[in-house]
């Protein structure tokens, strides 16, 4: 058995560490070596979502930026794992794929509550701009899932290109049925800068609320858009 095959053998391999070394090879040997590519693309759709990220994550260090690694990625911003999912998302912004952004768009729509999140969090690391993602990243405020406003809002402060909108979209947040949401859209709000009299308003009567945490993120948020709007920014 050459060192290629116990190697690829490794992708199954039952640890998490065994598997990524495995994975680290192949791609670096990958670089040079076109068979070793070709064993990987051939392996891309073998096996469970765990181990097609695997060999996706492989193909990604041996240089294959394309959109033949998407649906491996795509599933893997869904998984379990909180390490797994945050490594695919930086392997998705770095995609080398023109319609990134509509696919990630399109994952908000149709995908579980984990690869919502993810999706969005990808949005915001991408940076794109459009109002097709402002209205698709604006809907997820509504999500069933709290952690999905959550990456919603985080997404939103970054890739708003109507900050008016986006702000009178947090301003309804700071009434989530979720107290650690409520108190993510008062921060949310600080960050964004605007500072209409709605957004002070409604900054001001959650600074007064009974919820402590609400009302120090509030009062927080004033803060620093009063030093902005001091400051004349």
């Given at each position: 058995?050459?060192d290629?095959d116990?190697l690829?053998a490794?992708?199954?391999?039952?640890?998490?560490?065994?598997?990524?070394?495995?994975a680290?090879a192949?791609?670096?040997r990958?670089?040079?070596?076109?068979?070793v590519?070709?064993?990987?693309?051939?392996?891309?759709?073998?096996?469970?979502?765990?181990?097609?990220?695997?060999?996706a994550y492989?193909?990604?260090?041996?240089?294959?930026?394309?959109?033949?690694?998407?649906?491996?990625l795509?599933?893997?911003?869904?998984?379990?794992?909180?390490?797994?999912?945050?490594?695919?998302?930086?392997?998705?912004?770095?995609?080398?794929?023109?319609?990134l952004?509509e696919?990630?768009?399109?994952?908000?729509?149709?995908?579980?509550?984990?690869?919502?999140k993810?999706?969005?969090?990808?949005?915001?690391?991408?940076?794109?701009?459009?109002?097709r993602?402002?209205?698709?990243?604006?809907?997820?405020?509504?999500?069933?899932?709290?952690?999905?406003?959550?990456?919603a809002?985080?997404?939103?402060?970054?890739?708003?290109?109507?900050?008016?909108?986006?702000?009178?979209?947090?301003?309804?947040?700071?009434?989530?049925?979720?107290?650690?949401?409520r108190?993510?859209?008062a921060a949310?709000?600080g960050?964004?800068?605007?500072?209409?009299?709605?957004?002070?308003?409604?900054?001001?009567?959650?600074a007064?609320?009974?919820d402590?945490?609400?009302?120090?993120?509030a009062?927080?948020a004033?803060?620093r858009?009063?030093g902005?709007?001091?400051?004349?920014?």
């Open positions: 058995m050459s290629v116990v690829m490794a992708l199954d391999h039952p640890t998490k560490l065994a598997r990524r070394s495995a680290e192949l791609g670096d990958g670089t040079r070596d076109a068979a590519r070709g064993r990987l693309l051939a392996e891309l759709q073998v096996g469970d979502a765990g181990r097609r990220w695997t060999v492989a193909l990604f260090l041996a240089g294959d930026r394309s959109a033949r690694l998407w649906p491996a795509r599933d893997a911003l869904g998984s379990d794992d909180g390490d797994l999912r945050w490594a695919a998302a930086r392997l998705v912004v770095a995609l080398d794929v023109p319609d952004t696919r990630l768009v399109d994952t908000l729509a149709a995908g579980p509550a984990e690869q919502r993810m999706a969005l969090y990808c949005l915001r690391e991408h940076g794109e701009r459009s109002d993602i402002d209205a698709a990243v604006t809907a997820r405020l509504e999500d069933a899932d709290a952690a999905v406003r959550l990456a809002m985080s997404a939103l402060v970054v890739v708003a290109r109507d900050a008016a909108v986006a702000a009178r979209a947090l301003e309804r947040r700071l009434y989530d049925r979720d107290a650690g949401v108190r993510a859209a949310a709000l960050r964004l800068g605007m500072t209409s009299p709605d957004v002070i308003g409604a900054l001001t009567e959650a007064g609320s009974d402590e945490a609400l009302a120090r993120a009062r927080g004033l803060a858009l009063t902005r709007a001091s400051a004349g920014e």
